[in-house]
């Protein structure tokens, strides 16, 4: 039987292709010039990866300039697991360079990176071509997150990497200029799966939380499982010191986090989607069997499949935190303005299998655009000179049966500015990113 992860929208596309001057309805704003990116895995025709999250990243991307589509195109990034057929864990321990790279896709220092959390960031030109592994001149000698964060203030790219044996976690910055300056390790009780993190402006915040590495789980899969034993905490460490202090929560899991700031008071606020323990045994029960259908983002919003948006304010000097949720909808992938990464932000962006939904943190408001079809990421793209934290674009790939669109809205009214056809479907996958050529 074939797999749910290689059916319906999920199912891999077969090849690469190139099409040029592409259908837009409505008018591109002539300001969006640069290139549209989403990564995703997409096995190849015949391939079973044996768990959705396990197959080689394609990349797809759109090129916008002048307020034309120039042109589709989608490339797998070609690892060494991808040409050479190399294994990330063998009989000489763990080769980094032997990965998927099908999580998310960022820019620094002008270079493009496609990145997946368990080894090292494959570099890629702005054609989609492979480079090939990076680990910035040797001084990378963990995983990297696929999660990395861009202090918008200092231009510092701020990363970790967690690992199956010691050292668990190890923190990490680049400077402005691509290098990289500070490791750290972060004493961590064992190997857990860390997939974001959270950065203030003068902190970093870690979600130890209990989805543990499992050695006898090796041949099924992605080998991590909930344990009740471990425990669930949130650190904050001084990025200056390097000093984490600890907070226990209750029992949860984070894959994505939106944003953290700190308030008036020093206390540190931070916004992510907050699974259950039992609404992420359902979830990873259903993504790793491969026999019941993956739910899509936001699991059609029913709390009980999927997450919803909660808030942990954490109290450095009295030791105190506090929980809230935000909203009783199921939603995921949550996205705020780049340049508010790290500081108090008023709006977030997030996901359902069929719609986008935005919240104003606030006032606690949110307004739902329904998209009628299988919505990837919101990313947020802001106008030049904006005037107001939500002046700018969402971008998103909408994929209806077979016919998929990069779908451009007001950001401030969630109302419809272009839709871009594309020249066929994009498989559900993961993370987007806007790259102005500015």
């Not at 039987?1 to 199912?11: D, K, R, V």
């Not at 902190?203 to 099924?220: A, C, G, K």
């Not at 931070?270 to 983002?297: K, N």
């Not at 606690?364 to 079809?373: H, K, M, S, Y």
Request: charge should be negative; proline fraction near 6%; glycine fraction near 10%.
């Amino acid at each position: 039987m074939t797999p749910s992860y290689l059916q319906g929208a999920l199912a891999p596309v077969p090849d690469e292709i190139d099409v040029h001057d592409l259908t837009v309805e409505g008018l591109l704003p002539t300001e969006l010039s640069g290139r549209y990116f989403r990564n995703g895995p997409n096995p190849l025709p015949g391939q079973d990866p044996g768990h959705w999250f396990a197959g080689p990243g394609m990349i797809h991307g759109v090129r916008l300039r002048d307020g034309r589509a120039e042109w589709y195109r989608n490339r797998w990034t070609r690892t060494t697991a991808f040409t050479d057929d190399a294994k990330f864990l063998g009989s000489s321990g763990i080769d980094l360079a032997a990965v998927s790279a099908n999580t998310s896709v960022v820019r620094h220092s002008d270079r493009f990176l496609a990145l997946v959390e368990n080894g090292l960031p494959y570099e890629i030109t702005p054609e989609l071509d492979t480079v090939g592994a990076c680990d910035f001149g040797g001084r990378l000698t963990t995983a990297m997150t696929a999660h990395p964060k861009e202090d918008p203030r200092t231009g510092e790219l701020l990363f970790f990497g967690y690992g199956f044996f010691p050292p668990y976690l190890t923190y990490h910055r680049l400077s402005a200029g691509g290098e990289l300056v500070e490791s750290r390790e972060i004493e961590v009780p064992g190997p857990t799966m860390m997939h974001d993190f959270a950065i203030t402006e003068n902190h970093v915040v870690w979600l130890d939380l209990p989805v543990v590495f499992d050695l006898e789980m090796t041949n099924h899969g992605i080998p991590y499982r909930w344990d009740d034993a471990y425990g669930a905490r949130l650190g904050v460490m001084g990025r200056a010191d390097g000093k984490v202090r600890w907070f226990d929560v209750d029992p949860c899991y984070v894959f994505h986090v939106g944003n953290a700031h700190e308030d008036a008071l020093g206390r540190i606020v931070l916004d992510a989607i907050r699974y259950t323990p039992g609404s992420f045994r359902s979830v990873w029960e259903r993504v790793s069997s491969g026999v019941d259908e993956v739910p899509g983002p936001g699991a059609g919003g029913d709390p009980e499949q999927g997450a919803t948006l909660h808030r942990w304010t954490l109290d450095a000097r009295s030791g105190l935190s506090k929980e809230e949720r935000l909203d009783d909808r199921a939603v995921e992938f949550p996205t705020v303005s780049g340049a508010r990464t790290g500081l108090s932000s008023r709006y977030l962006y997030t996901v359902t299998e069929n719609a986008i939904v935005k919240y104003d943190t606030e006032t606690g408001a949110n307004d739902v655009r329904e998209t009628g079809g299988a919505t990837g990421e919101a990313v947020f793209v802001p106008a030049e000179g904006e005037r107001a934290e939500d002046d700018g674009w969402l971008m998103a790939v909408v994929t209806a049966e077979n016919d998929s669109a990069l779908w451009v809205l007001d950001a401030g009214t969630l109302e419809s500015v272009a839709t871009v056809r594309l020249p066929r479907r994009v498989p559900t996958g993961f993370h987007g990113s806007w790259f102005a050529d500015a």
